[in-house]
């Protein structure tokens, strides 16, 4: 099983919809989570950390839930501009220095 | 401006050819990694380094190796045992393993002809 999983989408929905998406974990100590965003041949880029209580910013909203080990964003009102590949990040408590990654989520909002 | 800079962007190599792949990190941090990515995958850990003259494999070290003589720079040699090196290259560094932020740079495409 690896260690983060994600759904690979691709997810194709119409401007303005409102899209959510799950990524999973299998390290029950993992210490910190994130959203990050990758454009088409571009490095990926800090989209929001995670945090227990859940958190917003703007038209997404970041949510953990530890007992069922998945983290979720959504994306509210969705642009175009939102089409990317989005990527869920963990770190584990056991080695602090290892980031690990899942394979991303395809996103394409259409017009 | 603070940041990471890899270079080249854009390489060609042919086989049987060794390759380095630059990454510079002007922000102070201690520890750095590279990262591979091919079409369509997720980003795979080749090795990473938390401090100077220290580093470690990660999931797909061989047919790689890495140097860390000075805390900004950290490059990747692709050596010619490495099968399949056509792939996007992702060198990446945060201020201490226990920091959250991993900045990235912008990336290096090696092809191999």
């Known amino acids: 099983r690896k260690e983060v999983e994600q759904d690979p989408g691709p997810f194709n929905v119409p401007e303005g919809a409102t899209v959510a998406f799950n990524c999973t974990y299998s390290?029950?100590?993992?210490?910190?989570f994130f959203w990050y965003r990758q454009d088409c041949r571009k490095e990926p880029k800090l989209l929001m950390s995670?945090?227990?209580s859940g958190n917003e910013d703007g038209r997404f909203t970041a949510q953990l839930n530890r007992a069922s080990q998945y983290i979720s964003l959504l994306i509210r009102d969705s642009k175009l501009s939102d089409s990317a590949t989005y990527l869920c990040?963990?770190?584990?408590?056991?080695?602090?220095?290892?980031?690990?990654f899942g394979s991303g989520t395809r996103l394409s909002i259409r017009p | 401006d603070g940041g990471i800079t890899q270079s080249p962007k854009y390489l060609f190599r042919k086989e049987g050819q060794n390759v380095t792949l630059s990454c510079e990190q002007n922000?102070?941090?201690?520890?750095m990694y590279w990262y591979r990515q091919d079409p369509g995958q997720g980003l795979r850990l080749i090795y990473y380094s938390q401090i100077v003259n220290d580093f470690q494999k990660g999931d797909i070290a061989e047919g790689y190796s890495v140097s860390r003589e000075k805390k900004e720079s950290f490059p990747l040699t692709v050596t010619s045992a490495q099968k399949n090196p056509t792939a996007f290259y992702l060198c990446?560094?945060?201020?201490?393993?226990?920091?959250?932020?991993?900045?990235f740079g912008e990336g290096s495409w090696l092809t191999v002809v």
């Open positions: 922000l102070n941090h201690d520890a």
């Open positions: 990040v963990v770190t584990p408590y056991s080695s602090a220095s290892k980031i690990i």
């Open positions: 990446a560094s945060r201020r201490d393993p226990g920091e959250n932020t991993i900045y």
């Open positions: 995670v945090y227990s």
């Open positions: 390290n029950s100590a993992s210490q910190s």
